[in-house]
């Protein structure tokens, strides 16, 4: 069965961490670029960060990070485990949301995808809830 399955959400204080993760069943992770994207209540969905599936000449994977998560979020992937996280630190309350994984053939096309409101959730995603 091809499938993704986030985990790792919880109640968090603002300031603090957590750790999503993503796994990947079915299918090869490592053939996709994959990306993380949220909905918060009331509010429209939003990309939050991804990384290709492939390494440039300087031999790093290219990221893309929304303005509103850079230099707090990472993104990461492990394509021999199948899995994708997303380590969140200095959490605030606005990053509270239903958190998705998902993934597309390149990061530009994941990119493009998410200028043009187009999201796949192939899940139920995990709940992050930033709060004192």
């Known amino acids: 069965q091809v499938q993704l399955v986030e985990s790792g959400g919880g109640l968090v204080q603002p300031g603090g961490s957590v750790r999503l993760s993503c796994t990947a069943s079915g299918f090869n992770l490592g053939d996709y670029a994959i990306g993380w994207f949220r909905q918060a209540p009331g509010k429209e969905r939003e990309g939050v960060a991804c990384i290709s599936n492939t390494e440039t000449t300087f031999g790093y994977r290219s990221t893309y990070y929304a303005d509103s998560v850079k230099g707090r979020f990472t993104i990461s992937r492990d394509d021999a485990r199948n899995t994708m996280y997303l380590q969140m630190n200095s959490l605030k309350p606005e990053d509270t949301a239903i958190y998705y994984c998902?993934?597309?053939?390149?990061?530009?096309?994941?990119?493009?995808?998410?200028?043009?409101?187009?999201?796949?959730?192939w899940g139920q995603g995990t709940q992050v809830t930033v709060s004192s």
């Open positions: 998902t993934t597309s053939e390149s990061l530009s096309q994941l990119v493009e995808d998410w200028f043009l409101k187009k999201y796949n959730a």
